[in-house]
Structure formats: structure tokens, C-alpha cells
């Protein structure tokens, strides 16, 4: 099986690191799925968006995460985020909260959608 060394980096730590077989993000131009031996490419994610990753024993690892960029190479990619959270470290009802609240700045709302998408997409992994 192919695989490639994916880091997934915020601002203010390392959250994975190691090898995967696919590694999907959403990007300004949209959801990108990258598998080994991908084009290089740089791509731009968007604000309160999803990193997901299968790392070679086939766990998915689903993170939240608010901007920054991704490059990749043929069997690299890295994942630099202005901040991320793993989904199981998501407080759900706090991120509902903000979702209800009209009060919320944009950025707040935006992150706490990723947050609420990040976690629902691991319980339907």
C-alpha cells in the first residue's frame, strides 16, 4: 500500500504526525482528496473547514480547522492552520451555543460550524 508523511500543524502545536494513505481538506477551490504520489500543489483552506486523514492502520483522524494553507508533494503533505482541534476535543454544546448565538462575530460562527461538521463527521466515520 502506498503511503505518504502527513503533519498536521496549528499555530500552537503539532496535532499528527505520520504516515497516511489519503488526506482530505477543503480549500478556497473547494474539497480535495489527496492520496500518494499526488501533483505538488499549494492550496489555501478555508476558514472553519475540515481536515481529514486515513493513516495507514485505516483510522480516519478529523480535525477543525480555521484557515491557513496545505502543501503537498508526491509523498509529503503538511497541514498549517492558523488553529485546529482534534473532533473529540470539541465541547459540542459550546459550539452550539455559538451557532445559536446572533450575537457571535462571523469568525466565531465559522469556527464553531467546522467544529460541529468535524465531530459529526467522525460519528458517521
Given amino acids: 500500500m502506498s503511503e505518504m508523511s502527513v503533519d498536521l500543524v496549528a499555530v500552537e502545536r503539532l496535532l499528527w504526525s505520520g504516515q497516511a494513505t489519503f488526506v482530505s481538506a477543503q480549500t478556497t ?3 480535495i482528496g489527496i492520496m500518494p504520489g499526488h501533483e505538488p500543489l ?3 483552506l478555508v476558514e472553519g473547514g ?3 486523514i ?3 492502520d485505516g483510522q480516519r483522524i478529523v480535525a477543525a480547522v480555521h484557515g491557513g494553507f496545505f502543501s ?3 509523498t509529503t503533505v503538511r497541514v498549517l492552520a492558523e488553529s485546529a482541534e482534534f473532533a473529540d476535543e470539541v465541547d459540542l454544546e459550546a459550539a452550539q451555543r455559538v451557532l445559536a448565538d446572533s450575537t457571535a462575530s462571523e469568525e466565531d ?3 464553531a460550524q467546522a467544529q460541529v461538521r468535524a465531530v459529526e463527521r467522525t460519528a458517521n466515520a
Fill in 29 to 31: 477551490e473547494g474539497q
Fill in 42 to 44: 499549494l492550496g489555501q
Fill in 50 to 52: 475540515i481536515v481529514s
Fill in 54 to 56: 486515513v493513516d495507514t
Fill in 72 to 74: 503537498v508533494t508526491a
Fill in 109 to 111: 460562527q465559522l469556527a
